[in-house]
């Protein structure tokens, strides 16, 4: 009599065979993005004496860190993870590591703290991707799967609220650079231990051609990701600008933004409970134009902590809409193109992010600020109508189903 597949729960999703060890090492080697996006402007202004300087080589690191993903992904789809990631995460460490003796004191030249920050950028390994990529393969059953989707988004959502109060804790003992040091040993600690992983495929055969990323089918998640990221990132900078034109003291800004995190936590935790009978795409716009109409709505709140119960309530529409983005892009995949498409949504949130920063930057002081959030609020719903015109979409190429414990080498 064959054992019944495990009942869906987080509990479940853990307890899958080497899930817990692996997914683990992809978190530690994650905190590395959200430890250095803080530890890089604070040494880089420390060496320089120059924010201007320090805008310019983050600029310069988050474009290379972005843009450049899709193709570091398709090198890990196209010869395997084993063989591509740890040599990646090693380049990147050295250079991160480079990055942190240039600005370990005063007088730091400008030109080389630039280059060797953009170099390193185009060398992070895709771990997120990579990690949700083997959830897919992982899980034995699509519930499952929505599970580990979700508390996937909701690590990564925490990682990036406890990565800058470590490199906090850090600079009352150590110099700033020593945070640059911090994300290059998250980094390449996390990546040896996720390489290492019995449940990592092994080496792939060489391909005859080049797979390539469904195109059509991958559209609408990255599309409703760039509105997403674009909107997130618009509301830190409204935020701030709501309590300094109320009067309130800025120092609850942090505060009010932790109510967006929570929200999105709950919400993320929720949505992988619930056995939709909606299509990931339909779900995916629904969760984004929900989003977008909170957010539309929250810049007529009339004090900073209805401003807080506004934001909780659209945060928990933000890792639902995110983790169906992946579901979405993983559906259309092929085997061989899963970390690409993930990548792809990943690319999508943090240009949206970069846009949406520079935008709100753009946008406050010009417009009254009730206009500057319903703008904000549109780019997500006019994202979410984006993704509703119909494509063809290719069906999906169903993942080989695990075995309970797969042998380092096995391509299961």
Do not use: K
Request: hydrophobic share 55%; aromatic share 6%.
């Amino acid at each position: 009599m064959s054992t019944p597949p495990p009942r869906p729960s987080y509990a479940a999703v853990l307890r899958v065979p080497q899930a817990r060890r692996t997914f683990t090492a992809a978190l530690t080697g994650r905190l590395s993005y959200a430890t250095v996006g803080l530890a890089v402007p604070l040494s880089v202004t420390a060496a320089t004496g120059s924010w201007a300087v320090s805008g310019v080589v983050l600029s310069l690191f988050g474009a290379t860190t972005v843009l450049l993903m899709p193709l570091r992904a398709a090198l890990v789809d196209r010869h395997g993870p084993r063989r591509v990631l740890l040599p990646m995460s090693l380049l990147y460490g050295a250079l991160l590591a480079l990055l942190a003796a240039l600005t370990w004191r005063p007088g730091a030249p400008a030109a080389a703290v630039a280059g060797t920050a953009a170099l390193a950028g185009c060398c992070a390994p895709p771990l997120g991707p990579a990690m949700r990529a083997l959830w897919s393969a992982l899980m034995p059953d699509e519930g499952m799967a929505r599970r580990a989707y979700s508390l996937d988004a909701v690590a990564e959502e925490l990682l990036y609220v406890s990565g800058p109060a470590l490199v906090g804790a850090l600079l009352g003992v150590a110099p700033a650079a020593a945070g640059i040091l911090l994300s290059a040993a998250l980094n390449v600690a996390g990546t040896c231990a996720f390489v290492t992983s019995p449940a990592l495929p092994g080496p792939r055969p060489a391909a005859r051609r080049r797979p390539s990323v469904p195109v059509r089918g991958l559209l609408p998640a990255v599309v409703v990701a760039l509105g997403l990221g674009l909107a997130i990132s618009a509301v830190e900078l409204l935020v701030l600008a709501f309590a300094e034109a109320r009067s309130y003291d800025t120092a609850l800004v942090p505060w009010v933004l932790g109510a967006l995190s929570a929200g999105s936590a709950v919400g993320g935790l929720a949505v992988g409970a619930v056995r939709w009978r909606a299509s990931a795409r339909a779900r995916l716009c629904g969760f984004a134009a929900a989003f977008g109409l909170v957010l539309a709505a929250a810049g007529l709140a009339p004090g900073l902590w209805t401003l807080s119960g506004v934001l909780a309530l659209a945060g928990a529409f933000i890792a639902p809409a995110l983790t169906t983005a992946y579901l979405l892009a993983d559906e259309t995949a092929t085997q061989e193109t899963r970390i690409q498409a993930g990548a792809w949504v990943n690319t999508g949130v943090n240009a949206g992010s970069s846009a949406g920063a520079l935008a709100a930057g753009l946008l406050i002081g010009r417009l009254p600020l009730p206009l500057c959030f319903a703008l904000a609020g549109t780019a997500a719903l006019a994202t979410a109508a984006a993704a509703t015109v119909r494509t063809a979409r290719p069906g999906r190429t169903p993942a080989p189903t695990p075995s309970p414990a797969p042998a380092p080498g096995d391509h299961g």
